[in-house]
Every structure is written in C-alpha cells, then in structure tokens.
C-alpha cells in the first residue's frame, strides 16, 4: 500500500498541518464537514429539487453515508449520480495523472473525494520509484482529510518551493458553460481552489451532467463571493446596484450558528445573476466582466467565477496557470462520461 505518515515529513510542512494552525482551531472529528455538508444540502443544493418521486421514477440525490466522510464509499452503495462522479473521476485522472508528477493540487467537495480515490488506486498500481515523492496540495481543510485518509502526503500551499508550478489539479465545480467557464465556491473554498488552479500548469475539472450548462447560472443560480467580515454588508449593497438586489449572506441551517466561515475565516455571499452571457454573446453580464467587476469591490477576497484563460493558453503567452480547466469530465446519467476539452487539446 502507497502509505505515508508524518514521520517521513520535513518539518516544515509538518508544521504547516499542526494544530496550531492560527485560522482553524482543529475541529471535532467530522463535524465541521457534515455541517457544510448538511448546510449546503439543505440550502445551496440547486439539485435538490432532483430528490423528487415522479410516476415512473425515484432519483435520490445521496452525500455518501460514510464511516469516514472524508473517505469514499463503497462503489457497491452508490447512487446514479455518486457513481457518475466516480466514473468521470478515474477517467480523468488515468488521462491526466502519472506516478511521477510531484506536485498535483486537490479540489473541495462530493466529487474531488472520487477523484483522490483514483489517484491513490494509481500510485498502487504504478508506484513512484523511490525515493520520489507526490505531493497533494489542499484547498482546504476538508481537501486535506480527505488527501490523508487515502494515505498520500499533503503540503500546504505556502510551503510548496518557490520556484515550484503544480503539475496539475484535479477539482470540483457548480456548474459549467460552453466556453469551460465554472462556477465555484458551493462548498465555501474558492479562494484556495483558484490560488491553487493558478498555480497548476492545468486544472483538470470533474462533475456530474447536471453541472453541464451552456450558460453559467442557469440551474446553480447564484455567484459565491467570498468576502471579510467588516465588508459585507459595504458588499451586498453595492452588489444590489450592480443588478444583484437578492444577493444573500450565507448562513449555516442552524440560524444562531450565524454565517458560514470560509478556511480563511471569511463569509460567503450568493450573489443571484440572470444567465451570464460567453465572449460569444452581446450584452452586459458576461463572466469576463461580471468576474472583474465584483473583484474590484472592497472587501471582496475572490469571486468564484473562474474565467479568462486556461493553463495551455497562459503558458503559449509566457504566462503561468490558469483558472478556467483544460477539460471537463461530466459523468453521465447513461455510466458513459462526457470529455469537454478547451481548444488547444482538441
Ligand atoms: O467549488 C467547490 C467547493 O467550494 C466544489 O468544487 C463545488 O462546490 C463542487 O462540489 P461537489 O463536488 O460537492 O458537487
């Protein structure tokens, strides 16, 4: 078994992990995660109203019920839809992961679980000649669990070399356009999604086919903002006048529990929009300009658009990283899985 412990860590990233960590005193074992879980399916789920009993068919949308949440389940106990993520998941990681990439980053959220799933079945099967490492960069606490229960070494972002770009990362997301723009931020992470999509030569995108849409907020509704503290109410008023007047804190199901704080120690807002247009349709709201726009609210940390170039395009103009994937992998309803490639790898 591809196993590692701490004791094999230099120390500066064991110390990145410990529980001193300034912004998250360690939490009761799983309950910090089920309760964005359980916020997130009671409140955000824009696929919830998928759990509905109709005359000829019961889908039932399920967060894997698990002994370990931040291990995957059974493959046996899965759903329709769990085991499309599962699918779409192996097929992007046999097509864009290897034994001797160094550093790969990790998403937040249901899929990305599958995703560290397929990577730790590789590195059995194909284990890096030793003494070489592969390194997992978190985007989060949860990401960070769930790197570990399957045995594979994290390293926090802010001890990666200097010098050092992620191979790749492998993510999660809300929801997809034509053009591979995602929505993210439904699980409160996408401040380290896109410091570390940024920081990957190519973001490798995993989701189901409810998250394929031609145009961005057509079924995940709204766009998460993650904001500080002092600044959101300065936020929500000036997203009302740029054309979001319903744009909301979010709060945990438990109201007293108050809103809900990112790893970072910030909120989220959900900001709702009309459907955004792509840099093939006239008008005002594009992802472009609407992801620009809201950033350069004060008190505004990150948009969870993620937009503009993708890793191949920013490297054929000397740049590095990128925050739109390379390709998306939809599992579909049918167990087959739907491969949407940026250009440049078509
Ligand atoms: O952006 C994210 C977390 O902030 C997730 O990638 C996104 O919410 C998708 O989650 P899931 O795989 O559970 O559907």
Redesign the pocket.
Known sequence: MHRHTFASLPSHTTRAFTSTTPHRPPPPPHKYWLNITST?STLHSPYRHLSTTTTTTTTTISTPTMSDPHKPPNPSTLDPIESA?RKAAFRAVEEHFNSSMRFVGI??????VYGVEAIAAHLKAHPPPQPYQNWFVPTGWNSRKVIEAAGLLPIAFDSLPGDAMLEVCF????EVDEELNCI???????FQ?KLVACRSKKFVCI?DYR?DQKRLCTKWKTV?IEVAPIAHASVLRELKLIGSPDAALREHALAKTGPIQTDQSFYIIDAPFKQLLTSMDDGVWDVDSLAKRIKSINGVLEV?LFHGMNGYQTQKAGLQGGQKPVAVYFGLEDGEVLVRKADEIE
């Open positions: 997130r993520k998403g937040s959220g249901s899929t990305i993510d999660g997301a809300d993210k931020g439904g699980g409160a992470c996408l999604e989701a998250k998460p969870g």
